[in-house]
Structure formats: structure tokens, C-alpha cells
């Protein structure tokens, strides 16, 4: 993934888990574009850290950054359930790279 989104041209910052994810938003002082959040993270997982970091946001009366679900969970109802957990989309893996990018294109531009 890092280089899909290194050709991509995107500057990319990696947590090594849900934690470290929750932890690099709230103390950063980068305003994130987006995050693409994996649900299988050690520790803490993407559904646990998405609401975290929305929790965060409402908080601190934060502008929103859409979460994008990236993960191998592809069952039928997984889409569902990460979008009701606050993640703005979802991708699965093996990642679809036009997918990825149409997607990627979406949010960005939103946030221009």
C-alpha cells in the first residue's frame, strides 16, 4: 500500500496499530487529509479507532476527516458495518488501484 501511495505522489505517515493511529491524530500537529484505516490492527482495531478519532473531533469541534475502511474484511455486511461505525468508505483488499484512486480523488478534492 505504501507504494500504491507513494507513486500516487501522496505524502503517507503509517501506525503501526489503532493506538498509535488514535495517538498521531490527536497529538499531531498535522491536519490530516484523510486516513485510510485497516480494521485488523494489532491492539485496537479500525472500528475502535475510527470512533475514537470521531469521538476526538466532536470534542475539540473539529472539522471532519473522512476515514476510509481499507481491509481484507469483504463479506457480505462488512461495508455496512464500517460505514455505521462512522468511516466514510471502503475499500477491500486485494485493492482495485482505479478504485483506490477514484476514491482517493473524491475525498481530496473535497477537502481542497
Known sequence: MQIILD???LDIEIANDGIE???MFTTSHTKYDLILMDENMPNM???EAT???LLFEKENKLSHTPIIAL???ALKGDKEKFM???MDEYISKP???????????KFLKQRA
Open 95 to 105: 485493492v482495485n488501484v482505479d478504485r483506490l484512486t477514484e476514491i482517493l480523488s
Open 21 to 23: 493511529a488514535v495517538k
Open 7 to 9: 507513486d500516487l505522489g
Open 45 to 47: 482495531g479500525g472500528i
Open 71 to 73: 481491509t481484507a474484511n
Open 84 to 86: 455505521h461505525a462512522g
Open 51 to 53: 470512533k475514537e478519532i
